[in-house]
């Protein structure tokens, strides 16, 4: 019995994101959730450290030390160290290595090319999958919301996630429309950074500006105006070391470009929609998943510009991990929503 379990627990699905991948294990939920960011010596190629304990060592690396992103935009930017990213997730849940192979579903953006989804499927098999299934990232970030994407009602999901955002409408299954846009929360953080640097002169990193977003970045006025941060950087005139206060004011204006072409995305799909599956989305309201959901504000900013009901999903960060994990438990009843493809 207990041989058979454990061969039950092998499927997996990988949300393999920009910033974030999660790994979802069948029968025991989502089992890892580490930054996608790998250390890598630049003398030796030898990795240092992935996932968290790489992620605190960017910015702060000495120069034999490199914390590399291997996604950029929701794909891969670098080939190898995604590969030996994943085989480093899928062993660390793994860990007795006579286990067969599993088989893996990943997570894309909707909007990627043959050879990107090529390479994604590549690297699943040389990080040590028996079959490497594909499901779009708004299929998933539907079912993790709970949409019934089975019944022939227009379904209308956005998912904002670090590199890219994803708007599709979904029906009986499928994809009716989507539209794709490289936006996500990581062009909110460089929107901050080259804001903070024109403003008030000050150089401030990646991680700096990320945690500026999450302690105060807003899309809308929120009724508890204001908040405000201290701010640490490098000043550009000075070159020493200075603190500023920034507010809420400030940062909605900093990200207010990348904010716009986010709901820019959402009414290009609305108007693309055929309209019987219009009047669905009109009673039945958008789904917001993704990290990107979490914007104060984001809510009533779409329901402003649109005038539908907007719905967060409740796991908004977690969303396309319990869609596609939720495709590893039902997969015969739900593998129609994969894009399927043979290994040649």
């Known amino acids: 019995m207990t041989?058979?379990?454990?061969?039950?627990?092998?499927?997996?699905?990988?949300?393999?994101?920009?910033?974030?991948?999660?790994?979802?294990?069948?029968?025991?939920?989502?089992?890892?959730n580490e930054p996608s960011v790998v250390a890598l010596n630049t003398s030796t190629g030898k990795i240092v450290a992935v996932g968290i304990e790489a992620k605190q060592m960017i910015g702060r690396t000495p120069s034999n030390i490199t914390a590399v992103r291997p996604l950029k935009d929701g794909v891969i930017a670098d080939f190898e160290i995604t590969e030996r990213m994943l085989r480093y997730f899928i062993q660390k849940i793994h860990?007795?290595?006579?286990?067969?192979?599993?088989?893996?579903?990943?997570?894309?953006?909707?909007?990627?090319?043959?050879v990107e989804h090529r390479a994604v499927k590549e690297a699943g098999y040389q990080a040590g999958a028996r079959r490497v299934y594909i499901i779009e990232e708004p299929m998933a970030a539907a079912i993790g919301a709970g949409l019934p994407v089975h019944e022939p009602t227009g379904n209308m999901v956005?998912?904002?996630?670090?590199g890219t955002t994803e708007v599709a409408v979904i029906s009986m299954g499928g994809i009716v429309t989507s539209q794709s846009i490289r936006v996500g929360g990581d062009e909110l953080d460089e929107a901050i950074m080259t804001f903070v640097k024109k403003e008030h002169s000050l150089m401030i990193g990646e991680r700096t500006a990320e945690e500026i977003k999450l302690a105060i970045g807003s899309a809308y006025p929120t009724g508890t105006e204001e908040l405000h941060a201290e701010v640490r950087g490098r000043d550009l005139i000075s070159g020493l070391p200075k603190t500023v206060v920034l507010s809420a004011v400030e940062i909605r204006q900093a990200i207010e470009e990348p904010v716009t072409a986010i709901i820019d995305a959402v009414r290009t799909s609305l108007d693309k929609c055929p309209p019987e599956l219009s009047g669905d989305i009109m009673d039945r309201g958008i789904a917001v998943a993704g990290g990107g959901a979490l914007l104060r504000g984001l809510d009533d900013r779409l329901r402003h510009e649109t005038g539908m009901p907007i719905h967060l999903a409740?796991?908004?960060?977690?969303?396309?991990?319990?869609?596609?994990?939720?495709?590893?438990?039902?997969?015969?009843?739900?593998?129609?929503?994969?894009?399927?493809?043979?290994?040649?």
């Open 95 to 114: 860990r007795r290595r006579h286990f067969a192979k599993p088989r893996v579903i990943v997570a894309v953006p909707s909007g990627i090319t043959s």
């Open 314 to 344: 409740e796991n908004a960060l977690d969303s396309v991990a319990i869609g596609s994990g939720t495709c590893v438990e039902n997969y015969e009843r739900l593998s129609q929503v994969l894009v399927p493809e043979r290994r040649r």
């Open 3 to 32: 041989n058979n379990l454990a061969f039950l627990g092998r499927d997996m699905a990988v949300d393999l994101g920009t910033a974030n991948t999660l790994v979802y294990v069948r029968g025991r939920g989502i089992v890892l």
């Open 158 to 162: 956005v998912d904002i996630g670090g």
